[in-house]
């Protein structure tokens, strides 16, 4: 069993910057890929960042330059720093996480997700 914990949500201005963590703990033997997608309202769940278990990143197109995601494998966390946000990156974010198991099992596992609003 895998749990993925999401926190750094919240209601900021056009223009700020705010940085999401998502941190996996259970039976876990490793994690390959990681990443983060969005769902704004009324829309599907788009892909906003990856990041491969040796460090290889890609964006969408729509938050190149102005988001970073990273991750810390000894702590199975995973970064999303936002900045300039703007108010269409209003959404739910979820991070997953492409888990081994300790038994050999592969599975990726999801966060609750976390609210980002941004205001104009």
């Known amino acids: 069993q895998v749990q993925l914990v999401e926190s750094g949500g919240g209601l900021v201005q056009a223009g700020g910057s705010l940085r999401l963590s998502c941190i996996a703990s259970?039976?876990?033997?490793?994690?390959?890929?990681m990443g983060w997608y969005r769902q704004g309202p009324g829309n599907q769940r788009d892909l906003v960042a990856v990041i491969s278990s040796g460090g290889m990143t890609n964006y969408a197109d729509s938050v190149k330059g102005r988001f970073t995601i990273s991750r810390d494998n000894a702590k199975k966390t995973v970064y999303l720093q936002m900045n300039s946000l703007k108010p269409e990156d209003t959404a739910v974010y979820y991070c997953?996480?492409?888990?081994?198991?300790?038994?050999?099992?592969?599975?990726?596992?999801w966060g609750q997700g976390t609210q980002v609003s941004v205001s104009s």
């Open positions: 259970g039976s876990i033997r490793s994690i390959n890929g």
């Open positions: 997953y996480a492409d888990i081994t198991f300790r038994s050999g099992t592969m599975y990726r596992g």
